[in-house]
Nanobody, 123 residues
Framework: QVQLVESGGGLVQAGGSLRLSCTAS????????MAWFRQAPGKDRDFVAG???????YYAEFVKGRFTISRDNTKNTVYLQMNSLKPEDTAVYFC?????????????????WGQGTQVTVSS
């Protein structure tokens, strides 16, 4: 079955950096759109960044210029490099995958989810 396993979360001071990784198994990784979402306590799960199987990349406005998504199809892994972190970036970050080709990035578009990794940014 499909498994997505995130790693790389942790506690960091404001202005710091973290790199999240998500390794997939049980699916043809290169054929899937991959994305990162995040969910803060009491809030909805929000799209952060996505990478299409053709390499096209999409970002939420609130992370443009600070976060970079990338994928390595040889390692079945998608990354999220997060720089200039702010306390409001504190959330559980989830990796998600979908075979759908439509460039839609809502939660409902994604079939598979990781367990999430906590990112905490202190002020």
């Amino acid at each position: 079955q499909v498994q997505l396993v995130e790693s790389g979360g942790g506690l960091v001071q404001a202005g710091g950096s973290l790199r999240l990784s998500c390794t997939a198994s049980g699916m043809p990784f290169s054929m899937y759109r991959m994305a990162w979402f995040r969910q803060a306590p009491g809030k909805d799960r929000d799209f952060v960044a996505g990478v299409h199987r053709n390499g096209n990349i999409y970002y939420a406005e609130f992370v443009k210029g600070r976060f970079t998504i990338s994928r390595d199809n040889t390692k079945n892994t998608v990354y999220l490099q997060m720089n200039s972190l702010k306390p409001e970036d504190t959330a559980v970050y989830f990796c998600a995958a979908t075979p759908s080709l439509l460039p839609k990035w809502g939660v409902e578009e994604f079939n598979y989810w990781g367990q999430g990794t906590q990112v905490t940014v202190s002020s």
